[in-house]
């Protein structure tokens, strides 16, 4: 069963967005997870990740300080607060494992930051 993906919307630069992930497998709880996003001709790369049980947790540098990831394990999900939203932000996120599994990609959920 492939992650669901949720949350994403068309919000002004400045606005905030919550991104959800129901993700699967018996697994879950002992992977690292992140969040991927692919801008338009741009390739996938991954933002935000947090380590299982949630000690260690590490941001790509743009969104450093804007945007906080989390998990819960006993629900299998994990979230992606973004605030202060940049046009530059815009793309669509994934869920994944980390490394990612190329089994794994759900249909993301688009973000779209008007400037």
């Known amino acids: 069963v492939l992650p669901v993906e949720s949350g994403g919307g068309l919000v002004q630069a400045g606005g905030s967005l919550r991104l959800s992930c129901l993700a699967s497998g018996s697994t879950f709880s002992i992977n690292a997870m992140g969040w991927y996003r692919q801008a338009p001709g741009k390739q996938r790369e991954l933002v935000a990740w947090?380590?299982?049980?949630?000690?260690?947790?590490n941001y790509r540098d743009p969104v450093k300080g804007r945007f906080t990831i989390s998990r819960d394990d006993a629900k299998n999900t994990i979230t992606l607060q973004m605030n202060s939203l940049k046009a530059e932000d815009t793309a669509v996120y994934y869920c994944?494992?980390?490394?990612?599994?190329?089994?794994?990609w759900g249909q993301g959920t688009q973000v779209t930051v008007s400037s």
């Open positions: 994944n494992a980390v490394p990612y599994s190329p089994n794994s």
């Open positions: 947090i380590a299982s049980g949630g000690r260690n947790i």
